[in-house]
């Protein structure tokens, strides 16, 4: 089993909807959650980061994170073409060397105009 | 360039050559990484680099080399390529600072070995 699992769709959905996306985890040590968008033939960058339980909110973006479950979610309101992509969650322990990043292994999105 | 650029972006090879594709980056970050892309497996670390001339293995190091001389140069070698090690290949650095777990990312380098 994966340490980190997360659907990988394709999800499709209509221009102005709200996605949401999430990823469980099976080490209870990870401390730092972050959600990374990659367009296709680019490198992944980081859209949202959080280090406690709650949620967070940039913007049109709400990540949310529940250790207890070992759940972590993101949502996008009022969804929008430029939206589609490849997410990926990841997640790191505390003093881990360079703080290696555990992925899962990323959801495509299509947001439909 | 400010930021982490990898090269080549497209390389094909062929089965038991050896390739190497380079890693540079101008933040001066301490931390180098690198992983591959593969459909259903996501990103996995093949091997990391905490300062110049320390290296360690990550998830998936079998075939692979690395070195790092310089603080912004972190190669990565197959020393004899295999069908296997078709993928995506991103370079990333870190500061590794503990309240800062972000990974800056290079557009990656599509390798396929025929």
């Known amino acids: 089993q994966k340490e980190v699992e997360q659907d990988p769709g394709p999800l499709s959905v209509p221009e102005g909807a709200i996605v949401s996306l999430n990823c469980t985890y099976s080490n209870s040590a990870f401390q730092y959650f972050m959600w990374y968008r990659q367009y296709s033939r680019k490198g992944p960058e980081l859209l949202m980061y959080?280090?406690?339980?709650g949620n967070k909110e940039d913007g049109r973006f709400t990540a949310q994170v529940d250790k207890s479950s070992k759940y972590i979610s993101l949502f996008i309101r009022d969804s929008q073409p430029s939206d589609s992509a490849t997410y990926l969650c990841a997640m790191t322990l505390p003093g881990t060397a360079g703080n290696k990043l555990t992925f899962g292994g990323g959801t495509r999105v299509l947001v439909k105009p | 360039d400010a930021g982490i650029t990898q090269s080549p972006r497209y390389k094909i090879t062929e089965t038991g050559r050896q390739v190497t594709l380079m890693c540079h980056q101008t933040w001066s970050h301490s931390y180098m990484f690198w992983y591959r892309q593969d459909l259903g497996h996501g990103l996995r670390l093949i091997y990391y680099?905490?300062?110049?001339?320390?290296?360690d293995k990550g998830e998936v190091p079998d075939g692979y080399v690395v070195s790092r001389s310089k603080t912004e140069n972190f190669p990565l070698t197959l020393e004899s390529a295999t069908r296997s090690q078709t993928s995506v290949y991103f370079c990333?650095?870190?500061?590794?600072?503990?309240?800062?777990?972000?990974?800056?990312f290079g557009q990656g380098t599509r390798l396929t070995v025929v």
């Open positions: 990333a650095s870190s500061t590794g600072d503990p309240g800062s777990a972000e990974a800056f």
């Open positions: 680099s905490a300062a110049a001339d320390i290296t």
């Open positions: 959080t280090y406690s339980s």
